[in-house]
């Protein structure tokens, strides 16, 4: 079992920047990718970021430039540092660890809101 705390989410004016952190705990050795998708009010939930434990990173293009994914594999914690936020990017963000071996774990989502 692996469990995923969010935390870092919260209210910000266009163009602020948050960062998100999830941090795991519980069976760790066994994540290879950890990400971040987001889901707003009526809409499907969408890839932001991934990060394998490698430190291969993928983005969504519309997060490409804005947003950084990062991981401390000693802390067992990923990192989203979002900049230049828009209104458009308000919605619950969820963290996702991919392991070897069984299902993939989700965490509870933190809520990003932007206002214009």
């Known amino acids: 079992q692996v469990q995923l705390v969010e935390s870092g989410g919260g209210l910000v004016q266009a163009g602020g920047s948050l960062r998100l952190s999830c941090a795991a705990s519980?069976?760790?050795?066994?994540?290879?990718?950890m990400g971040w998708y987001r889901q707003a009010p009526g809409q499907q939930r969408e890839l932001v970021a991934t990060?394998?434990?490698?430190?291969?990173?993928n983005y969504a293009d519309s997060m490409k430039g804005r947003f950084t994914i990062s991981r401390d594999n000693a802390k067992n914690t990923v990192y989203l540092q979002m900049n230049s936020l828009k209104p458009e990017d308000t919605a619950v963000y969820y963290c996702?660890?991919?392991?070897?071996?069984?299902?993939?774990?989700w965490g509870q989502g933190t809520q990003v809101t932007v206002s214009s």
């Open positions: 996702r660890a991919q392991v070897l071996v069984g299902p993939d774990y």
């Open positions: 519980g069976r760790t050795f066994s994540i290879y990718t």
């Open positions: 990060i394998t434990s490698g430190g291969t990173t």
